[in-house]
C-alpha cells in the first residue's frame, strides 16, 4: 500500500446533497476531499492513499461490499483504517441493531447520526486523521524494526564459524545460528525449545552445569566457559566462548562459543609434552620463571622508584622553605603561644620528611651512610628499646652469635628498620607472643639465588608468634601504603622501607608467613671486608661559630631565600644566585667565595658541574652540594652533601667540617 496523499478524506454520500455539504465542511478546515461514486470507486481511492473515509448507512445496505471487504482484511498489521458512517437512526448499538453488521464489516467506524452539526464532523475528522497519523508512525516503527533484524540476522547467520544462542529466561533456546549448527551438528528446528544443556556433555548435565552458568551470569555479569561439549553424533569438541544476559526488555541470555578442539588438543599434547622433560628442563624453566618475577618485580619498583624520586625531590623543596623558616621563627619569637605554635608546625613537617624517608627507601633512593657495622653490638644495644617497644607481653629473645664479621650497612637505618619489624611483630601477637631476632652467616654461590650476587652475608631473622597472613596479604605485603592495620595506626611503608633498604646495599629481604603460626622476615645483608667504623663525637655547633663569603645557589626562591637567612643567623655573609650561569657571571667578576653551597639539579648546569668548574678556578673554596634525595647520581662521593630539608642546625654542622676551609670569625 503506498500512501500518496494519505492525509485526505474519501467521501460516499450518492444521494442528496450530503456528499457536497460534508466535503465543504471537511475543505474549510483545510482537509482535502474526494467525493465517490460507489464502493469500486472508495477501494480505487484507498490504494492511492486516505486519512479516513465518510460513508452514508444505505451505501453499505444496497451495495456489494466484498471488494471493500477484501481491502480491508488485507491491510498490513499496522494499519486500521478509520470509516465515519454517517446514519439517521442513531450512532449506538443499543438504537440501531444493524450497526453491529457495520461494525463487524468495516472495523474502526465511528458513527455519525444526521442531521449532524459541523464540529462535530469536524472533531470527528481531525479524530480520524490523529488516528491515523499514529498508524503511519507505527509503520514507520516497524519497517526499521524490521531493517535492524535483518541486518542483525544476516550478520548472526554469516559468522559461522561462531555459535551465537538466545536463552529465555528458563534457559531454553530461543534462537540457532548457521554457526552453531555447524559446530554441533543439531539443526535449528531441533534446538530451538530444547534446554541449553543440549551440547553439554552428560557429566556437566548431572553436575547442573548449564544452571550454574546462567547463575554465574546473573551474578557477575557474565560467564567465560571453556569446556568440553557435545555434537549430535556424540563426539566432544572444546567450546570456548561466554555467556551473557540479554538486555532489559528482553530476559534472557545470549551465548556465544567457537570450536578450539584442534587448540586445546595441542595445549594439551605441549602440556604433556613438557611435563615428560628431563628434570634439568624443569629446573631451568621453573628457575626462568623466578627470573622472569624477578624481573617483573624490580622493573615494578624501578618504576614506583623512579615516580617516588621525583616526587620526593619535589616534596623536598617544598619542606625545605617550610622547616627552614619555622626554625628560623623558633629561635626568634618570646611568647609561648607563638612558640607552641611553631613547634607543633615544625613536628608535623618533621612528620613528612620522614614519611618521604621511608618512600625512598623502598625506592632504594634514599642517600646511605653506609659503613662497616658490629651488627651484634647494634642489636644488643637496641634490645632494650625493642622489649619496651613490645611491651610486656611479648619475650624478646636474641639468637646473635659473638664475634660475627661485620656488615655493610646504614646503622641508623638499619635500627629502624629492626624497630619497624618489632612494632609489626608487636601489633600481630595482640594476645602476646615471642619476638626472636637470630642471625647466622651464609656464603652464597654464584647462581644460587636470584635476587642475591655470590658473596658473604649475614641473614638476620625477625620472626613472631602472631596472627600470620595468608597468601593474598603476603604477596602484597611489600607494596608501599598496603597496610592489614586500621586508619591512623601506621603509614603501610614499613616493610617497604625494610625491603629498599636490603635491597639498595646489595641484599636482599624476604617473608614467610602462616595464618595461625606467626611471620618471619628474614634479611640478607653483605659482609663488610673493612674495620668496624668506630662512632664520632660531634659536638652541637654554636651559632655565629663561623664566618665568611657564601656563594649561594639554588633555582628556588623560597628556598634560596630560608637558606640565606640561616646563613646569615650564621655570621656568614651570602651572595645570592638563582642559576648555575648566574654564578659563574658572578666569580668571572671577581668574587671568590669561601663556601659554595648549590642545589644539584638545576636547568641548565648541574651543582655537581657548577662545583667542578669552581673547584677548578678556585681551589680553596669549600664546595657543599643541597640534594633532594632523589637527584644524588653523579655526586662525587668525596662532595660534602647536605639533604633536604634541613634546620639551620644541620646546616651549621655541615659547614662546621668545612671549617678548615673556611674563614676565621675574627675575619667579620
Known sequence: MNETQPERA??????????????????????????????????????????FAVITEEVLVSSDLRALKLWINEQPEW????????TRRGGGLERNPSAARHLETLGNVTFLERPFHPTTLISLAQSALRGRQRQYEARARLEDLKHSEARYRQIVEGAEDFAIVTMNEGGFITSWNAGAERITQFTEAEAVGAHGGLFFTPEDRAAHVPDLEMERTDREGRAVNERWHIRKDGTRFWGSGLMMPLDAAELGYLKIFRDRTAEHVADVAVRELNETLEDRVKARTAELE???EALRQSQK??????LTGGVAHDFNNLLTPIIGSLDLLQRRVSGDREIRLIEGALQSAER?????????AFARRQPLQAKSVDLAGLIENMAELVASTSGPRVSVKLKIPPNFPPVHTD????????????VNARDAMPHGGTLTLAATEETVLAGERVDLGPGR????????????????????????????????????LGLSMVHGLAAQLGGSMRISSEVGVGTSVDLWLPVSGEQVSLPEDKAEPSANSHCGAVLLVDDEPLIRMSTALMLGDLGYCVTEASSAEAALEIIAEGFVPDVLITDHLMPGITGTELAGRVRAQSPETSILIVSGYADVEGIAPDVPRLTKP????????????????????ASV
Do not use: Y
Not at 457536497?20 to 482537509?31: D, S
Not at 613528612?352 to 625512598?360: E, Y
Not at 646503622?411 to 618489632?422: G, V
Open 290 to 292: 623466578q627470573t622472569q
Open 10 to 51: 474519501l467521501v460516499l454520500a450518492p444521494h442528496g446533497r450530503d456528499a457536497a455539504v460534508a466535503a465543504g465542511m471537511l475543505g474549510e478546515t483545510g482537509v482535502a476531499s474526494v467525493i465517490c461514486k460507489d464502493i469500486q470507486g472508495v477501494v480505487a481511492e484507498l490504494a492511492r492513499g486516505a486519512g
Open 79 to 86: 494499519s486500521d483504517f478509520p470509516f465515519v458512517l454517517l
Open 301 to 306: 619498583m624501578e618504576a614506583m622508584g623512579t
Open 411 to 422: 646503622p641508623h637505618q638499619l635500627e629502624m628498620a629492626i624497630l619497624n619489624l618489632a
Open 646 to 665: 634541613f634546620r639551620e642546625s644541620d646546616l651549621a654542622r655541615m659547614l662546621e667540617e668545612l671549617s678548615p676551609h673556611t674563614r676565621p670569625a
Open 352 to 360: 613528612a620528611k620522614t614519611l618521604v624517608q621511608r618512600l625512598l
Open 457 to 492: 652475608f649475614i641473614h638476620l631473622q625477625v620472626a613472631d608468634t602472631g596472627n600470620g597472613m595468608d597468601k593474598g596479604t603476603l604477596a602484597k605485603a611489600v607494596e608501599p601504603f598496603f597496610s592489614t592495620k586500621g586508619v591512623g595506626q601506621g603509614t603501610g
